[in-house]
């Protein structure tokens, strides 16, 4: 990236430490959703977007709040920790909405204030802590009646053997540099419910996010030669690519994308 307005997040990093998201965005694939765009699309349809007060926590590239703004909510606000990311963000949405910089557990927005929240490949990231934290931050936002859809990395089948779930997400950390931490369905659903929240919808999609199929769907045809054209360019992203793929075909049935959305009760 040559202009300063298009830079991403960690772009000062070595390719070898930064996060595997960024180093994806750095290559130039802007979806970055463990379903993909199908599932994002899919969640979308069921959230409630029109004529909806929308928070979006850690919007990253601004693919989804394009996304959003399409449906037609009545205000959207993105909540970006990284500058360069409330940036991109703010590029993708021009006056038809605004971003604050501030961390997803503490936005500083007030409370009761939204229809809507959501929040996409990011709870993964947090610890189980910190993704309470979060989720409880969404709940503070939202309206009695308003909805928190998130979309983040699962795994299958619910009745997955504690230590296998420590080693996988030991390779994870390997493999992406992030302590990732996806939880099954049951467990996602979980969560929310410990904030008080009632799961009126669940999806999933194959994590295929570096798969050749997925990426001509979420990027198309010219976004793809680009991706590639990078990864070829670079040899040491090539290296870290190529380890990210190994890993998810070797635990393809047991990574999933998967989509929820939660209802904040009328009495809530």
Do not use: C
Request: proline share 4%; net charge positive.
């Amino acid at each position: 990236m040559n202009h300063d307005d298009d830079r991403v997040p960690f772009a000062e990093r070595r390719t070898a430490d930064v996060p595997g998201h960024w180093l994806l965005a750095r290559l130039g694939k802007r979806v970055l959703r463990p379903g993909g765009l199908g599932l994002n699309r899919e969640l979308l349809s069921h959230a409630g977007v029109a004529d909806a007060d929308v928070v979006e926590l850690a919007p990253g590239l601004g693919r989804t709040a394009t996304e959003l703004l399409a449906i037609g909510p009545r205000t959207y606000v993105g909540v970006a920790k990284d500058a360069d990311a409330a940036r991109l963000t703010e590029k993708a949405i021009g006056a038809r909405g605004r971003v604050v910089h501030a961390d997803a557990a503490q936005t500083g927005l007030t409370g009761a204030s939204a229809d809507l929240v959501i929040g996409e490949a990011m709870l993964t990231m947090q610890s189980e802590a910190g993704k309470q934290v979060i989720i409880a931050e969404a709940a503070r936002l939202l309206r009695p009646g308003g909805r928190y859809a998130i979309h983040e990395l699962g795994l299958y089948p619910d009745t997955l053997d504690a230590g296998f779930k420590t080693e996988l997400r030991k390779d994870l950390a390997r493999a992406i540099k992030v302590n990732a931490r996806p939880l099954t369905v049951a467990e996602w659903r979980e969560l929310l419910e410990g904030q008080g929240l009632v799961v009126e919808w669940t999806g999933t999609a194959p994590m295929a996010l570096l798969q050749m199929r997925r990426n001509l769907a979420d990027e198309g045809v010219r976004g793809t030669l680009r991706i590639l054209r990078n990864v070829l360019r670079d040899s040491d992203a090539r290296r870290r690519v190529l380890s990210m793929r190994s890993l998810f075909r070797t635990h393809r049935d047991t990574l999933r994308g998967v989509a929820l959305v939660a209802r904040k009760p009328e009495n809530g």
